[in-house]
C-alpha cells in the first residue's frame, strides 16, 4: 500500500507505519476461522500520570465508551452495538499504556476499524458523563480496598517508589478520583491520544490489503499531533536501604506477607533472569516455596508478580499464612530461600521445567485470538512487539549461572520492600 512503509517482518506478522500521521499497524494473520481481533494500543497509562489526575487513563478507559461524533447512542450505533453480532468487546488500563479491543466476525471488522477511529479524536469526554462514570471507578477502588491483596500491593508500590510515577497506584487516589475536572480530563485525552502516539493490531483471518485500506480510510484521515508526545523522563533515586511498613486494617480476610525488590527494565536480559526465578520460587505445585510453605501447611497461597515495564519494575512475592503460621514466618522462610538461589547454582533440570513451562505456555497463548492481542499489547507497551514471540529464543540462552548473577545483584536488603497485612477485628 502507498501510505505505509513496511518496517519489518518477523515471526509471520508484519509492521507498518503509515507516512502521514506516524500511525503504526501489526498485522497478524491466523486464517483458522472468519473471526478477526482489532486492538488499538496507546502509550499512554498511570506512568504518565500526575498528582491531582491519576487515575486520569482508567476513567478516560470508562468515558470512551460513552460515545463518539460518529458513534453514540442517540444514533443507536454505539460501540455496544458490536456485542449484536457476537463480538467481544473491552479495555483495559496498566502502567505503561492503555488498550480498546474487538474480537468478531471478520465481516465486521470494519465497523470495528471505524468505530476505534472515530473515538480516538472524538470521543464526548462529557462531564454527565464523568459524574456517573465516577461513581462506577469508586466502586472499583473500593473492592479493591476490601482485598486485603490489592490493599497490600497499592501501599507496596507507593513506599518503594518515591519519584517515579509508578509511585501512583493505576486506578489513581481517592481524592482524585472524585475531584478531578472534566477539562483536565480532556486535557489529556488531548495530550496523548493521537495516531502517533498509538499501535493498532490484527490478529486472525482478514485480507491484508483490504484491512490496510480501511484503516487508511478511517485512521489515515487523522493528523497527527501538533505537539511532541510527552515522554516521562523522572527516574527513581537509588534506593539506600530496606524499607518495610505494616498496614492494619479492619477486616475478616488473613494476614499476608509481601516481599519486595526493585528489578532492571523489562526488556533486559536480567529481568528475564528474574522472571525464570520467580516461576522457580512459586509456580507449580513443584516450585520451591510451594513445597516449602503450602505443601507443609504454612501458607493458604504464595505467588510473585515480575510484570516488565518500560521502567524499573518490582520482583514481589506474596504469602498468605494459615492460622497454624504467621505472616512473620512465612517471611523468614522466603527470605531463606532466597539466600539459597544467591548461594547455590539453580539445578539444570530445575531451569529447564520452567523453561519449559514458559515456552508452552508462550505457545499455547498464540492460539487464542484473545491472548494474541493480549501478549501483543504488554509488548507494544514495552516498545517492543516481538516480547513474546522472541520469549523462546531468549528462554533457551538462560543458565544457571546468570540466575545466580541476578539474584545476587538485585534480589538483596537494600532493593527490598516488605509489607505486613495485619486483619483488625471489628470495632465494638
Excluded at 480496598?145 to 518503594?160: F, G, Q
Excluded at 480530563?185 to 499501535?199: E, G, M, V
Aim: with cysteine; aromatic share 10%.
Amino acid at each position: 500500500m502507498k501510505m505505509y512503509d513496511l518496517l519489518e517482518s518477523a515471526h509471520g506478522a508484519q509492521v507498518f507505519k503509515h507516512k502521514k500521521n506516524g500511525l503504526r499497524v501489526i498485522l497478524m494473520p491466523n486464517p483458522v476461522n472468519d473471526v478477526a481481533g482489532f486492538q488499538v494500543t496507546y502509550h499512554v497509562g498511570s506512568r504518565d500520570e500526575a498528582t491531582g489526575y491519576t487515575g486520569a487513563t482508567h476513567i478516560l478507559e470508562h468515558l470512551m465508551f460513552k460515545g463518539s461524533k460518529n458513534f453514540h447512542k442517540a444514533l443507536k450505533n454505539n460501540i455496544d452495538q458490536l456485542e449484536n453480532v457476537g463480538a467481544i468487546l473491552n479495555a483495559t488500563t496498566w502502567n505503561d499504556r492503555t488498550n480498546y479491543f474487538e474480537i468478531l466476525p471478520t465481516q465486521y471488522l470494519h465497523r470495528a476499524i471505524e468505530i476505534e477511529a472515530d473515538r480516538m479524536r472524538n470521543a464526548f469526554i462529557r462531564e454527565e458523563d464523568r459524574k456517573a462514570e465516577m461513581t462506577v471507578v469508586r466502586n472499583e477502588y473500593e473492592m479493591d480496598e476490601n482485598d486485603p491483596i490489592s490493599a497490600l500491593r497499592k501501599v507496596l508500590w507507593s513506599t518503594a517508589y518515591v519519584a517515579h510515577p509508578y509511585h501512583h497506584t493505576t486506578i489513581g487516589w481517592l481524592s482524585d478520583i472524585e475531584n478531578v475536572s472534566i477539562e483536565r480530563l480532556r486535557k489529556f485525552y488531548d495530550t496523548y491520544y493521537w495516531p502517533n502516539n498509538a499501535t493498532l493490531s490484527v490478529v486472525g483471518s482478514f485480507d491484508q490489503d483490504d484491512v490496510l485500506q480501511q484503516i487508511d480510510e478511517h485512521f489515515g484521515k487523522i493528523e497527527p499531533s501538533s505537539h511532541e508526545i510527552p515522554q516521562v523522563y523522572t527516574t527513581e533515586p537509588p534506593q539506600e536501604g530496606a524499607k518495610r511498613y505494616v498496614l492494619k486494617r479492619v477486616s475478616n480476610q488473613p494476614g499476608c506477607v509481601c516481599i519486595a525488590f526493585k528489578t532492571p527494565k523489562g526488556l533486559s536480559d536480567e529481568h528475564l533472569c528474574l522472571q525464570v526465578l520467580s516461576s522457580i520460587l512459586h509456580q507449580g505445585r513443584s516450585s520451591r516455596l510451594y513445597k516449602k510453605l503450602v505443601h507443609k501447611g504454612l501458607a493458604t497461597s504464595v505467588f510473585a508478580e515480575d510484570y516488565p515495564n518500560i521502567d524499573e519494575g518490582l520482583f514481589a512475592i506474596y504469602a498468605i499464612p494459615t492460622p497454624n503460621s504467621s505472616s512473620e514466618a512465612l517471611e523468614e522462610i522466603i527470605l531463606e530461600e532466597i539466600a539459597l538461589i544467591k548461594k547455590e547454582l539453580v539445578k539444570p533440570k530445575e531451569l529447564e521445567r520452567v523453561v519449559n513451562m514458559v515456552k508452552a505456555h508462550n505457545i499455547y497463548g498464540r492460539g487464542s485470538f484473545f491472548s494474541s492481542l493480549s501478549q501483543v499489547n504488554e509488548a507494544i507497551a514495552l516498545k517492543d512487539w516481538r516480547y513474546f514471540y522472541d520469549l523462546p529464543d531468549r528462554l533457551a540462552k538462560i543458565t544457571p549461572k546468570m540466575l545466580q548473577e541476578a539474584a545476587m545483584k538485585y534480589l538483596h536488603e537494600d532493593q527490598s520492600t516488605t509489607g505486613h497485612f495485619i486483619p483488625l477485628s471489628e470495632k465494638k
